[in-house]
């Protein structure tokens, strides 16, 4: 290209170094007053204070592959607490030689999990995928067939567990939710008084409480003999406990659709199911989809409260390491290493969430 | 709703087979299911706890052994099932469990309001007090004033305000929920001293960056007879776990061990032979086989192999024998005559 200008003119003609770029946006973004400059250097300061230990001690003194005895010589993070007993934390008791079982029925689900994430997989296909997927899930874990040893599910523990009692319980709680929100706005009294009553009563207790009615209480009730196995008492405690908190933010959604939705689909001759299947539900649930998500989330986290009931959820299987004096006071590395473990799961969620909620947004 | 004919006489049943409890149900029942049910803890190291492969191991794990050994000849046959403090008494009562061998304290009302019979007890425990050399402590009764750092709930802290305040002396717990954060806190120094069970502070010690500059003090301030634990009303079942538990501690008086059990068959000494099986009538006594006794040894070893393998001076709570010790040696480990 031919020069229209001298280069020193066009030199003066360039803004400042000091108002553009890296140095310009930080001026206008850090330093623009003396107010934001001395929080800018307060927080580089704490950062300064604060990370160069932090990353010293989980990533340069710290122990990855070493005994105890290696790691109470050193001034960095433990983090052989996890590897010396990563396969009793991630499976608890079930057996040492089958542990691959466990291992598959996880890599199952994650698969369909993300298989599933694409809505243009919805499709019948991807039901019989899921009955079948989990069928194999549940024969990998039981065992008893196909030359499979049996494990009853006393042994099974660590992260099936938390993720057992955390895909169970919300899948089977949401739709139960959504009847119950649908059975409040009845026209029934006495169907719209129970579902008044169950979703007060539960939401009128906490789920520690529920858990142990469940695991101390329910059994002494039941005749002699009879007993119902420990994870599916703590697995209804969870269904029912979060099935209520949806049906209140599912109730929100369906006020929130205006009278003349529900006049429309009337008006073209829809009975009460299509309405609700095909207007009221589609509109209503996706408005709610960000409180509903939180919910899930925290029922996810709320699973680790079945600790308190003695089911080996991946929490329960750290603490007894910790019990250990073997590995007692090297509680931070283990705790941190389940926090990474709950807030992937968390992240994903509600990540997932945010992207329904572009996809299914009408919105232009 | 309509009720069946068969249904009605199902529950009608049902009541009835709830309402008959005679002894022999509950070995009736265990032998049926093929193996022993037994409430444990599972967070106490070196009672019972599972290791890397998710084996459970420990005192009160082979106490619940021995009972399978005896039943079945056959210590493997038994699942564990681990209960929380307020779990554990409800399971038993419900009968979740056949038998409770959670390090619980024998108490007058748990053996009367609660329903339960304690077998022999399996380990003398009891609460003391840790403290750093440098508080220059020589007993409890100078720690007017201190800071304690204590679990909650349980009788450990109750003993410890009972302590305080029959001595009358000031004190100010810290109560930390969880065993492993309660030891950083006392080795960080937020109290003057830790106090727990005798058995478990000496674990606690092993872990403190620099153990020898930590001291248990000499007072201990409460009995805890630590026992395996039944339902009141089947005396057989009773009588298993109990004489269960006397076995493991004659066999070690009468010096029968895993390792010689089996030229031990062979002995002339007729206590030897009556607690063996060789002269017979004692396990048939009990409902058991007349090797029982002989099976449990062979298996999981007699009191002091089982002491030393979980909590003794090897282990890493390298603990004394002190009261656990046989009678003849000054403990209090006794059983009563086989005959």
């Known amino acids: 290209m031919e020069k229209t200008y001298p280069d020193a003119y066009m030199e003066s003609l360039k803004p400042p170094v000091t108002s553009i770029g890296v140095i310009g946006w930080i001026r206008f973004n850090l330093f623009n007053g003396a107010f934001n400059s001395i929080l800018t250097i307060i927080t580089l300061l704490l950062l300064w204070k604060t990370v160069p230990p932090v990353f010293k001690w989980a990533f340069i003194d710290s122990v990855w592959f070493a005994d105890s005895s290696a790691c109470r010589g050193s001034d960095g993070a433990c983090w052989s607490i996890i590897s010396a007993n990563f396969r009793f934390i991630i499976f608890g008791f079930f057996p040492y030689e089958s542990q691959w079982r466990p291992l598959l029925a996880m890599t199952l689900l994650f698969g369909l999990l993300f298989y599933s994430k694409d809505r243009n997989h919805w499709k019948k296909s991807l039901g019989y995928a899921w009955i079948i997927g989990l069928i194999a899930m549940g024969m990998f874990m039981r065992g008893g067939i196909f030359g499979l040893a049996p494990v009853e599910s006393a042994k099974w523990g660590g992260l099936p567990l938390t993720l057992l009692l955390s895909v169970f319980g919300l899948t089977a709680a949401y739709p139960l939710g959504v009847i119950l929100a649908l059975g409040r706005q009845s026209k029934l009294p006495a169907l719209k008084l129970l579902c008044v009553l169950y979703i007060e009563l539960i939401r009128g207790v906490p789920l520690i409480s529920l858990l142990f009615m469940s695991s101390v209480i329910f059994p002494l009730l039941l005749p002699e003999g009879v007993t119902i196995n420990n994870i599916l008492r703590a697995q209804t405690a969870i269904i029912l406990f979060t099935a209520a908190y949806i049906a209140e933010v599912v109730r929100g959604g369906l006020q929130g659709m205006s009278l003349g939705q529900y006049e429309a689909a009337e008006s073209i001759g829809l009975n009460y199911y299509l309405t609700m299947r095909l207007i009221i539900l589609p509109q209503a649930l996706k408005i709610v989809i960000p409180p509903t998500v939180s919910i899930l989330i925290s029922a996810f986290k709320d699973t680790s409260l079945v600790v308190i009931i003695s089911l080996w959820d991946l929490l329960k299987t750290s603490k007894s390491i910790l019990s250990n004096p073997e590995w007692m006071g090297f509680s931070r590395e283990l705790y941190i290493f389940i926090a990474i473990l709950y807030f992937l799961g968390c992240f994903s969620m509600s990540n997932y969430s945010r992207k329904l909620e572009k996809e299914l947004s009408t919105e232009n | ?339």
């Open chain 2, 1 to 339: 709703m309509k009720f069946s004919k068969v249904s009605i006489a199902m529950m009608a049943a049902l009541v009835i087979f709830a309402g008959a409890a005679m002894a022999g149900e509950t070995l009736d029942a265990v032998k049926a299911r093929g193996h022993l049910i037994a409430g444990v803890n599972g967070e106490v190291f070196g009672f019972s706890m599972p290791n890397e492969k998710g084996v459970w191991n420990g005192l009160d794990v082979d106490t619940a052994r021995a009972i399978a050994a005896a039943l079945f000849g056959d210590a493997d046959k038994v699942k564990y099932t681990a209960l929380t403090g307020v779990q554990r008494l409800p399971a038993l009562q419900s009968k979740e469990i056949d038998v409770l061998c959670r390090n619980t304290t024998q108490t007058l009302t748990r053996e009367t309001i609660n329903g339960l019979n304690f077998a022999r007890v399996n380990f003398y425990d009891g609460q003391g007090f840790l403290v750093p050399k440098k508080l220059g402590v020589k007993s409890a009764k100078e720690l007017g004033g201190a800071t304690v750092c204590v679990l909650p709930g349980t009788t450990t802290e109750m003993n410890a305000a009972d302590f305080f305040r029959s001595n009358g002396m000031e004190w100010k717990p810290v109560v930390i929920e969880q065993t492993s954060e309660l030891n950083k806190a006392f080795f960080a120094g937020r109290c003057d001293c830790l106090t727990s069970d005798a058995s478990q502070l000496a674990a606690h010690r092993t872990v403190a960056p620099n153990p020898d500059d930590y001291v248990l003090l000499p007072e201990i301030i409460s009995k805890e007879p630590l026992a395996p634990v039944v339902r009141h009303g089947d005396d057989q079942w009773y009588d298993i776990v109990n004489f269960t538990v006397m076995a493991l501690i004659e066999a070690e008086e009468l010096d029968v061990t895993s390792k010689n059990v089996d030229e031990m068959l062979n002995s002339k000494d007729p206590k030897i032979m009556r607690l063996l099986g060789t002269t017979g009538g004692m396990g048939k006594a009990l409902g058991l086989d007349d090797k029982w006794a002989y099976n449990i040894i062979k298996q999981v070893g007699n009191y002091g192999e089982i002491f030393e393998r979980h909590v003794g001076k090897n282990t890493k709570l390298g603990l004394a024998r002190g009261l656990n010790d046989l009678w003849t040696r000054g403990g209090l480990m006794y059983a009563a005559p086989f005959r």
